[in-house]
């Protein structure tokens, strides 16, 4: 076949299979170039989850007829210095957009300049462009996109259903309203409208600020951080999430460089190496965070979508972002969701107001009453009780005392009880400290404390975990860990050469954590020694997740990551576990480390290490205010 030059249309079909992949690639487009006209309020209309129809509207500088004719030709651009083509301040800049998008859809823009007389229209369907037409219009442009993939039906096929699709454009809308405030954004889809938010008009934090309540939900501004670092002409800010906040996926981290979502392997990682202190490696953060780089240091150009960016120096931009993000949860070394307490509030109200709804009538019958049960005042056990009328007073008695939330049984004689005895006067102490004073260990699991004002309910496995982990960290850093030699070394195959590689390149710094290990052959690695503070641990399992752990974040991982990698492994096997019995004095020394050490408001695995109930909400859970 000899060599010839493509046609137009199939140059821009071919340009659409690159930039156009789905309904929620034509709106990424055309909003990015309406933020590039200057608009400051922005609608969206979709039917059929856009299969059907686009819509988007903007009051932006608009264009004159000339320009309007100009903007649908391939590679034609208003905002692109051709002398200094790494110098990108704009959104849409390659000149793809318009004519991939009219290539395989029916294709109708209409524009009209400011403070101009006229609007002109251009309508394109296919290969076919129609001569440019005087319209109506206000001042702006509007975008219409109908019958997408109808010139390309082999890409029609692989759309998802209308739902998925759907999503996929409410994420997009959501991610641009959330880098520019100063927009007022509007999604109506099928007539309905779904989304809608309002332009700022404060500072740019206060405005960051109420956009990323908007879209992501009060309840994660209550449980998140602000993030500022401003260094070597990178400037850092937004929110994140409390360590004990998180998600199984990540699809709630928002990053965005330059004001342009992005999604970039470099930033993940950094995400997840900031959080592996704190948190599980299969749970995430929920994260909207905002880079501000010198355009020059940054290339934006790497793929026609534009989502992803190559840095100059990719090592510096993850070392501070893993730096502001840890700043950030180290000025709130105790602070844990409260989202926990309140869906636990929750889950205790919907059960009161079930059993509100019990008939006490047919469960409390003369056959189900407990065999040991007594009538209070009575002395008859349940036995003796053989009386009809006796039975119904006192089925009458529960069903009054269910209505009107009194005492059950203040019909009857009031039994005798005895003074409980005062208060120690060391509870009275601890009765003033953030976390109370342990009042008693349930299931051998959680302690239940008391304040002035809450009950304090502490997981003790996650909380000495936490606390041991912080422990172990200390002990590396003042005089490092004592080994335990085994009496026989163990072999332990890896998967594949990769992780035994890995595991033998960084054998020297794991030495000096309580290791002692070689290379044995491809695959394998031969441990002749282990730190003596975790005991009796299962070492298969324990090099297995540290091969894995190394190879996720990256043959080049930092010593300080690394340490915090393996320490994070021996606090899990140093901690105690649940089902231990501790004694008052066990609980209340627990208790007060966990006031003095960092990060003891979670687990190494992002799980709450307590969960505090105030007093005034659990008296609401029985109608007493």
């Known amino acids: 076949m000899t060599i010839k030059i493509l046609s137009n249309s199939t140059i821009n079909k071919i340009a659409a299979g690159e930039v156009i992949e789905r309904p929620a690639s034509v709106l990424k487009e055309l909003l990015e170039n309406a933020i590039d006209a200057g608009a400051e309020k922005i609608t969206i209309t979709l039917e059929t989850a856009g299969k059907n129809l686009i819509i988007i509207s ?27 083509l790494l ?63 109808f010139a390309t039906p082999a890409r029609l096929k692989f759309l998802r259903t209308d739902k998925t699709e759907l999503a996929a454009s409410v994420a997009i809308v959501k991610k641009i309203a959330l880098s520019h ?16 938010v309002y332009k700022q008009k404060d500072d740019l934090k206060a405005n960051i600020k109420k956009r990323i309540s908007e879209i992501l939900g009060q309840e994660f501004i209550d449980n998140a951080l602000p993030v500022e670092l401003d260094r070597n002409k990178i400037k850092i800010y937004g929110y994140t999430s409390l360590p004990t906040y998180n998600r199984a996926g990540s699809e709630d981290q928002y990053l965005f460089v330059n004001n342009r979502p992005v999604k970039d392997k470099i930033l993940s990682i950094a995400l997840k190496v900031a959080y592996q202190d704190f948190m599980a490696r299969d749970r995430s953060s929920v994260s909207a965070l905002f880079l501000r780089v010198d355009p020059q240091l940054v290339d934006v150009n790497v793929h026609p979508a534009k989502t992803e960016v190559r840095f100059h120096d990719p090592n510096l931009v993850r070392s501070l972002l893993i730096s502001a993000i840890k700043d950030a949860i180290s000025g709130a070394v105790h602070r844990v969701s409260n989202s926990t307490a309140s869906k636990a509030l929750e889950y205790m109200a919907t059960s009161v107001a079930g059993l509100r709804q019990v008939n006490y009538s047919n469960h409390f019958q003369q056959n189900q009453l407990p065999s040991r049960f007594t009538m209070p005042g009575s002395g008859k056990k ?30 009857y004689p009031q039994a005798k009880t005895t003074a409980q005895p005062t208060q120690p ?22 302690i239940i404390s008391q304040t002035t004002d809450s009950i304090i309910i502490t997981d003790q496995h996650a909380a000495h975990e936490r606390l041991g982990y912080e422990k172990i960290k200390q002990q590396i850093a003042e005089n490092g860990l004592i080994k335990q030699r085994l009496l026989i070394p163990e072999i332990v195959e890896l ?35 282990i730190p003596a503070l975790i005991g009796d641990t299962n070492i298969n399992r324990l090099i297995h ?8 974040m990256g043959e080049n991982i930092a010593l300080d990551e690394l340490i915090e990698n393996v320490t994070e492994t021996y606090a899990c096997h140093y901690a105690i576990r649940a089902g231990r019995q501790l004694s008052d004095n066990e609980m209340n020394q627990m208790l007060r480390q966990m006031e003095t050490t960092p990060f003891s408001g979670q687990c190494n695995h992002g799980r709450p290490t307590y969960v505090e109930l105030k007093l005034k909400d659990i008296e609401k859970l029985f109608g007493r205010k």
């Open 181 to 196: 405030p100063h927009i007022s954004f509007t999604l109506i889809h099928d007539g309905r409208e779904i989304m809608k």
């Open 425 to 446: 006067e060391e509870d009275k102490l601890y009765a003033d400290f953030p976390l109370g004073a342990a009042k008693a260990q349930l299931h051998k699991t959680y």
């Open 495 to 529: 998967p594949d050469e990769a992780r035994a590689e890995i595991i033998d390149e960084h054998k020297n710094e794991l030495s000096k954590l309580g290791l002692g290990l070689e290379k044995f052959g491809d695959k394998s690695i031969i441990v002749s020694e």
């Open 58 to 84: 903007d009051d932006g500088q608009g264009m004159t007829k000339e320009e309007l004719e100009l903007s649908v030709m391939r590679h034609a651009t208003s905002k692109l210095d051709e002398e200094d």
């Open 87 to 149: 110098n990108i301040n704009s959104f849409g800049f390659r000149g793809e957009a318009l004519p991939s998008i009219a290539a395989i859809s029916k294709f109708k823009i209409t524009s009209k300049k400011r403070n101009a007389d006229n609007a002109y229209s251009i309508i394109i369907s296919g290969d076919v462009q129609e001569p440019t037409i005087l319209s109506t219009s206000n001042e702006g442009t509007t975008v219409e996109v109908r019958d997408i993939f």
């Open 545 to 552: 997740d540290l091969a894995d752990h190394l190879s996720e």
């Open 382 to 411: 349940n036995s003796d009780i053989k009386n009809a009328n006796f039975r119904r007073d006192y089925l009458v008695a529960t069903e009054t005392a269910l209505a009107t939330q009194v005492p059950l049984f203040s019909s």
